[in-house]
C-alpha cells in the first residue's frame, strides 16, 4: 500500500511558476504527475523512475522538470512558463504492483 499526499497548488499568473510536492510512504515506486481539466479525461504529465529515468508529455517538454527525493519519498513537480491551459486538477501517482493515487491539487493559471 502506498499513500500520496500532494502539495503546493495554487493560483498563478500566465508565465509563472508552481512547484509541486508529493510526499508518499514506502520506497522504490515509479512516480509521476497526471492531470485532469474540466471536460477532459486525465492525462499523464510526467513521470519519473527510482532510478531517475524521466519521461514527459509533449505540452510541458521545456517548461516542467520531475524530480524526486529518494530518501525523504517525496517527488516534486517544477511547472515554469506556466499557461492557461495548464489549468487542472494535478494528481500524484506512483505504481508498485498497481497504481495508486494522491487526492489531487488545484493549479490554476490566469490574469
Known amino acids: 500500500q502506498v499513500q500520496l499526499v500532494e502539495s503546493g497548488g495554487g493560483l498563478v499568473q500566465p508565465g509563472g511558476s508552481l512547484r509541486l510536492s508529493c510526499a508518499g510512504s514506502g520506497s522504490l515506486y515509479t512516480m509521476g504527475w497526471y492531470r485532469q481539466a474540466p471536460g477532459k479525461e486525465r492525462e499523464l504529465v510526467a513521470k519519473?523512475?527510482?532510478?531517475?529515468?524521466?519521461n514527459y508529455a509533449d505540452f510541458v517538454k521545456g517548461r516542467f522538470t520531475i524530480s524526486r527525493d529518494n530518501v525523504k519519498n517525496t517527488g516534486y513537480l517544477q511547472m515554469n512558463s506556466l499557461k492557461p491551459e495548464d489549468t487542472a486538477v494535478y494528481y500524484c501517482?506512483?505504481?508498485?504492483?498497481?497504481?495508486?493515487w494522491g487526492q489531487g491539487t488545484q493549479v490554476t493559471v490566469s490574469s
Open positions: 501517482w506512483a505504481w508498485r504492483q498497481s497504481d495508486y
Open positions: 519519473i523512475t527510482p532510478g531517475g529515468i524521466t
